[in-house]
């Protein structure tokens, strides 16, 4: 009997030894097979850590000299700007203390930016041919208005990815979305001013007309007279309209776009800089890319442009138009286009207001540019589940969007035609 017990417990023994073994096994099986899982996923050796999440500019990127930081991020922060542009306004002292270091560097050491080569690079020259400008032609188009308002040059872009609108959520059919937009440059101080149209027939040319001239009479400036294209602006209606003002209109011959080339360039240099600006935030947090978003770029880029000093004269084309002068305090506080923005929530807004103890006390939005009916410290944040902008004052900014994630595998592609110029 004793033998039969003891052959029992042997055997239980063994049992229960065989199935924690099988269960070792299998654990052992488990986390080799997820092992191999996550780096066949992952396509590296090494585990995945946080620094994946960390962009050029971190201080662990040793390819990029900290002097060279600075700069890249003004460069980031003022819309793709010249790092010449950027240099000199450091040394008149428009920018920060820290951005003064930037005097004991070469233009030639400046850093390359991924965005600007996807969004601004052309042909190279072929060093046989060279253009001189005529120094007599220089400025005519201009020559002879003195004061801001004298002479406004006028023209349209379109857009064949349809524009979302501003108020709403952005999902309206295309034929209610924006597809084009009306251009305003001054001859004067350069100050461009953009109109943005459904269609771009005679009434919205009106309307945008009309909300121009509004917005320049707040700033104290009357409009005397406008060079634009043929085209709708020859239409009857526009034309009415600018003789009930008492005021001149000049056009362009037909082929020769170069008598309205200060809108031209206008147009050329801001879709050039609000496609950068959008490549850019498409880069660094492809996860929210909307093509649709360039009215807002648009916005912006003309916003940045109008508050920067000129590279040779350090006066900015507002302060001319206004007849005021700037602090530059907007540069100074500018973010990078299309940066995360973390945006306290609602009830935590109001004081006293409060909130479950484990509730998020913020959403992340996405920043898409500064409202022109606010102050300078309120920004448009694109909220990411309904849709809708909506200025906020409670926001952190993410400025080098060190909080999301991005692979720099393959440059945007929807980008390349979205202008066309008229
Ligand atoms: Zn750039």
């Known amino acids: 009997m004793s033998v039969i017990c003891y052959c029992a417990i042997v055997s239980w023994i063994f049992l229960e030894s065989s199935v924690l073994l099988t269960q070792v096994f299998f654990k052992i099986s488990f986390y080799g097979i997820l092992w191999g899982c996550t780096h066949v996923l992952c396509g590296s050796p090494t585990i995945p850590t946080l620094k994946a999440l960390s962009n050029v500019l971190h201080p662990s990127n040793q390819n990029l000299t900290p002097t060279q930081k600075i700069w890249q991020r003004w460069h980031f922060k003022l819309g793709h700007i010249a790092y010449s542009h950027i240099q000199k306004l450091a040394l008149g002292g428009f920018l920060d203390r820290v951005s003064m270091g930037l005097l004991r560097t070469k233009i030639a050491d400046h850093p390359k930016c991924a965005a600007c080569q996807f969004g601004k690079q052309t042909r190279l020259p072929d060093e ?26 006028c023209d349209q872009l379109e857009s064949r990815v349809c524009g979302r609108l501003l108020h709403t959520s952005g999902r309206e059919p295309d034929k209610d979305r924006f597809c084009g937009a009306t251009i305003f440059v001054d001859a004067t101080s350069g100050y461009i001013h953009v ?109 940045l442009y109008n508050h920067t000093p000129n590279s040779s004269s350090g006066i900015a084309p507002i302060e001319v138009f206004t007849r005021t002068t700037s602090d530059c305090q907007f540069l100074r506080n500018c973010h990078p286009w299309g940066c995360p923005a973390y945006v306290l929530q609602p009830r935590l807004t109001s004081e006293g207001g409060k909130l479950p103890k484990w509730q998020p006390r913020s959403r992340r939005g996405q920043f898409v540019g500064y409202s022109p009916v606010h102050a300078e410290s309120v920004s448009l944040i694109r909220n ?39």
């Open 384 to 422: 990411l589940t309904t849709g809708y902008v909506s200025p906020q004052h409670h926001i952190i900014f993410d400025d080098w969007c060190e909080t999301v994630y991005s692979t720099h595998e393959s440059p945007p592609s929807q980008w390349n035609d979205m202008c066309v110029f008229q």
């Open 128 to 153: 046989t041919t060279t253009t001189v400008k005529c120094e007599d032609h220089l400025g005519s188009l201009k020559e002879g208005q003195l004061k801001p308002g004298d002479r406004v040059f």
């Open 195 to 303: 109109e943005f149209q459904v269609t771009m027939n005679a009434t919205d040319s009106i309307n945008a007309l009309d909300s121009f001239e509004r917005s320049s009479l707040h700033m104290g400036v009357s409009v005397n007279s406008y060079h634009t294209d043929n085209g709708i602006f020859k239409s009857k209606r526009f034309v009415h309209e600018i003789m009930k003002n008492s005021q001149s209109i000049r056009y362009s011959g037909v082929g020769s776009k170069w008598q309205n080339g200060v809108s031209e360039g206008a147009i050329s240099i801001i879709a050039s800089r609000a496609r950068t600006l959008m490549i850019h935030a498409a880069l660094n947090w492809p996860e929210v890319e909307d093509a649709s978003l360039w009215p807002l770029a648009v916005s912006h880029a003309v916003q």
